[in-house]
């Protein structure tokens, strides 16, 4: 175990045994409870935020030393390895100062497909039409499937266009790319993506099923860690 990992383990743990120590008083009086109200919200915050930080942390820890998770890890990465896939939009909008989109962050859902979603946009309140589409994204996804996603390359397109396929690779590291395949004219100069949905197994039922009891197990055992901090 990392010592930064054991450091936020030991301040959880004398947090959580201050706010035992402040609930069993508060449970005596009632101004004694009203007048450690905001120290117990206070402790409080604080130690839910180091569970935050501990449980970012607990991927690495664990695939440094649990040699089940280390393997479930590594057979969901050579299941999504290289593969490369489609992207349907499946949902736009309009809005008037929506240039093109930026940033889309998304996560393989319990259904095995991919669903990205507009995380950011670029706007400008001087281009009330839409004159430039990003054509390519770079970024990557992690061990429980979410990714988010930059755009790296844009174009002008007159008449304006929205993006209607887009394709998806990925690379043995979990590294993604995306480019958009074909479009379709957007007159109004508005439309915006909102949503696209594609299938990272292409069809293969058993690779999706592998990758999705791999990853419960995975999880399974992050909380089974994380149980053992937060104690009874």
């Known amino acids: ?14 947090l959580q045994s201050k706010i035992t120590t ?3 008083r508060m449970d005596s009086s009632w101004w004694i409870r009203l007048f450690n109200s905001t120290k117990l919200e206070y402790f409080t915050t604080a130690r839910n935020k180091l569970y935050d930080s501990i449980s970012l942390m607990s991927h690495d820890h ?23 896939f489609q992207l349907k939009v499946y949902s736009e909008t309009s809005t008037s100062d929506t240039i093109t989109e930026e940033q889309f962050e998304g996560i393989i859902k319990e259904n095995g497909y ?7 946009r670029q706007t400008s309140e001087y281009e009330m039409v839409r004159s430039r589409m990003s054509t390519r994204f770079s970024g990557s996804i992690d061990h429980e499937g979410y990714c988010l996603l930059n755009s790296v390359e844009m174009h ?5 266009k929205i993006p209607e396929l887009m394709e998806c690779r990925f690379s043995a590291e979990g590294d993604m790319e995306l480019k958009v395949l074909t479009m379709v004219s957007d ?5 915006c993506i909102e949503k696209m949905i594609g299938d990272p197994f292409s069809g293969d039922e058993t690779s999706r099923r592998l990758y999705l009891t791999n990853r419960k197990k995975m999880s399974d055992i992050v909380d089974t860690f994380l149980d053992k901090i937060k104690g009874p």
Do not use: C, D, R, W
């Not at 664990?62 to 490369?84: D, G």
């Not at 007159?187 to 439309?191: A, E, N, V």
């Open 22 to 24: 402040l609930k069993a």
């Open 156 to 160: 002008k397109f007159f008449p304006a």
């Open 1 to 14: 175990m990392s010592l930064e990992l054991q450091k936020k383990i030991k301040q959880y743990e004398e």
């Open 114 to 120: 991919l669903y990205l979603f507009v995380k950011k």
């Open 187 to 191: 007159l109004g100069g508005t439309g």
């Open 62 to 84: 664990l695939l440094a030393h649990h040699s089940i998770y280390t393997a479930l890890h590594e057979k969901n990465k050579a299941l999504l390895a290289y593969k490369i």
